[in-house]
């Protein structure tokens, strides 16, 4: 069984940066598009920032960028997402999710298959 595992999530005051990090170790992680989600409380999951299968390119959602970066790591099967200059709004659960040979413009959380179980990230003002 698939399994995606995020850590790294707690609380920090705006303006300071966080990393998190979701390893797939049941995964062909190679052959996988990988994305973040967040979820706010009362408001639906929206795409925050995706990588496609190949490692060549990156999308990442108007509200977060030049704010966070995503990286992936092949030979660990585990991504990172950092994110700096954290506002309030940015409190959610964050989300890593994977397609087989997924794009970076795959924004739809329908289009992925396997999901982890979220990490909090509260950001105080």
């Known amino acids: 069984q698939v399994q995606l595992v995020e850590s790294g999530g707690g609380l920090v005051q705006a303006g300071g940066s966080l990393r998190l990090s979701c390893a797939a170790p049941g995964l062909t992680f190679r052959n996988y598009g990988m994305a973040w989600f967040r979820q706010a409380p009362g408001k639906e999951r929206e795409f925050v920032i995706a990588?496609?299968?190949?490692?060549?390119?990156?999308h990442s959602a108007d509200s977060v960028k030049g704010r966070v970066t995503m990286s992936r790591e092949n030979a660990k099967k585990t991504v990172y997402l950092q994110m700096n200059s954290l506002v309030p709004e940015d409190t959610a659960v964050y989300y890593c999710?994977?397609?087989?040979?997924?794009?970076?413009?795959?924004?739809?959380?329908?289009?992925?298959?396997?999901w982890g179980q979220g990490t909090q990230v509260t950001v105080s003002s």
């Open positions: 990588i496609n299968w190949s490692d060549s390119l990156k």
């Open positions: 999710a994977a397609k087989p040979f997924g794009r970076a413009q795959d924004t739809t959380p329908t289009e992925y298959l396997y």
